[in-house]
């Protein structure tokens, strides 16, 4: 059985298709991402798939409950982290975490275990005692993440779980996911960075406009859009127009751009071993001298784009 099945989902805001016509489904145990900038309708197939909101058309079932339906059902066996701040301001952390376990009905010994481990693991054992209004913003969201593990669920939404965190959090947010994931919990994720799809997930889906663009494992998304590579080489002149005019002429090479930051030429092509002695030739032509040079692998951020700029035309 699918743990998520989705066929034709729409939801609509008056004319805006939020969510236009898209299909997936989610395997137990996987952690499916959604990847998309903002405004794509992730948060909006979130709020759907956890009953929040209804859909205009198509069909869900969610842990072989249909939406419409048992929407009841779902709810009692999903966890929800969800976007906006979502949390009681004035009792501390731990009596935050207490009293979210309490309202699922988790017995006393249980909450005061989970409370325990879950402060240790999200970096908030220190900050126990202080009132959610007064954490840093940091703090409130893994407050948030680490609520939603003092009850058990199948299935587990998360929806831009790690906006506003530094890269440790980040980082300790995601490995503890992953041990979730290795225990048996279902993923389904949200996400503009993809660093971090790439890390968690097993399946991603592009999404934009409120459509799936495509859905495939990161590694079959390199292969397929990132095929080509990007020479990198560095001028002991600095810069020169005049190189620029020529290599853009060659044949085999799609783009080349001087990146700002530190000065270097990323030269996109499929075919590095064709275009890197050119670059040599001309160089030496024009009295250059290339100081380093070398061929960087597509990251899933130049998938990502390709797919994105696809999509447009
Ligand atoms: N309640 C709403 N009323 C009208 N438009 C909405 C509403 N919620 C979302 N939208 C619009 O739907 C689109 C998708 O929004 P959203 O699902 O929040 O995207 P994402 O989470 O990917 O940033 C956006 O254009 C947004 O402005
Ligand atoms: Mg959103």
Not at 86 to 100: H, T
Request: aromatic share 8%.
């Amino acid at each position: 059985m699918d743990i998520i099945a989705v066929e034709s989902l729409s939801k609509h805001y008056g004319d805006k298709k939020a969510v236009d016509d898209v299909g997936f489904t989610v395997s137990k145990g996987e952690v499916f991402g959604f990847l998309g900038p903002n405004g794509a309708g992730k948060t909006t197939t979130i709020k759907v798939l956890t009953t929040l909101v209804r859909p205009t058309s198509g069909n869900v079932r969610v842990l072989g409950h249909d939406l419409r339906k048992e929407a009841k059902q779902i709810r009692n066996k999903i966890g929800v982290v969800q976007q906006q701040e979502s949390y009681d301001q004035n009792i501390s952390v731990e009596g935050g975490l207490d009293l979210y376990g309490f309202l699922w009905d988790v017995p006393k010994q249980k909450r005061a275990e989970r409370v325990e481990i879950l402060l240790k693991q999200f970096g908030l054992y220190e900050a126990r005692k202080t009132p959610s209004l007064d954490l840093s913003i940091g703090q409130r969201r893994r407050l948030q993440v680490a609520r939603e593990f003092m009850h058990d669920m199948d299935l587990l939404f998360l929806d831009e779980p790690t906006v506003g965190l530094d890269s440790l959090a980040r980082r300790a947010t995601l490995d503890f996911l992953k041990e979730k994931v290795k225990n048996g919990l279902t993923i389904f994720f949200t996400t503009h960075i993809l660093e971090e799809a790439e890390y968690l997930c097993n399946r991603i889906a592009v999404i934009n406009n409120g459509k799936i663009v495509t859905t495939d494992t990161p590694q079959n998304l390199k292969r397929k859009f990132g095929q080509s590579k990007s020479v990198d080489f560095k001028l002991l002149e600095g810069t020169s127009p005049e190189l620029v005019k020529l290599i853009e002429r060659i044949d085999d090479v799609n783009k080349i751009v001087q990146d700002v930051s530190d000065g270097a030429y990323h030269v996109t092509t499929a075919k590095p071993e064709v275009v890197i002695p050119m670059l040599y030739q001309l160089a030496a032509r024009l009295n250059l001298h290339i100081t380093s040079i070398y061929i960087a692998e597509p990251t899933l951020e130049d998938a990502f784009i390709s797919i994105l700029q696809e999509d447009k035309s």
